[in-house]
């Protein structure tokens, strides 16, 4: 029988004379086990396999403006502007073209001093703050009626 020595030849030794050394033999040895280690080892990545599949749907791009860009649902936010209009029945203001919805928690002042929806003018200076509701809706949370106050924290 012969094994994998006989096969690469270790173990024997032969003479000068035109016979294997054993550097050869020590070559064809690791020549052997680089060999047997590819092939066991495999490829490092799998080979690309055909299928007879239809590819995958892709999703449907994001909501787009006119512009290209994915439109992008609006987050919480400061606002500021001249008060374009008052629904006292939906109970909103318009300030610019932007409309936010006023509820039970929304803090109102005027001029620095408590107000409600009735004491806004339009026309006159506005801001506050606003967050979406679980609807979608911009809620204000905080709206003031008029010009900022000036006394409050002024930096010196």
């Known amino acids: 029988m012969h094994g994998l020595a006989d096969l690469v030849g270790v173990g024997r030794m032969r003479t ?31 080979l690309a396999q055909s299928t ?11 909501a787009q403006t006119e512009g290209g860009k994915a439109a992008k649902k609006p987050g919480a936010h400061p606002f500021h502007g ?11 203001i318009t300030v610019g073209k932007s409309t ?6 929304t803090r109102i002042k005027k ?6 929806l009735e004491d806004g003018v339009v026309g006159e200076p506005v801001s506050g703050y606003v967050k979406p509701d679980a609807q ?9 009626f008029g010009a900022k106050p000036k006394g409050g924290s002024e930096k010196k």
């Open 52 to 62: 007879n599949q239809a590819p995958a749907e892709k999703k449907a791009p994001a």
């Open 100 to 105: 936010y919805q006023i509820t039970s928690e």
């Open 82 to 92: 001249k008060l374009a209009a008052v629904n006292q029945v939906a109970k909103t």
């Open 16 to 46: 000068s004379n035109g016979q294997l050394s054993i550097m050869k033999n020590l070559l064809r040895w690791s020549a052997a086990v680089a060999l047997a280690a590819a092939v066991a080892g495999g490829p490092a990545t799998p």
């Open 111 to 116: 001029d620095g001093k408590p107000a409600t």
């Open 136 to 144: 979608g809706k911009l809620a204000a949370t905080t709206v003031n």
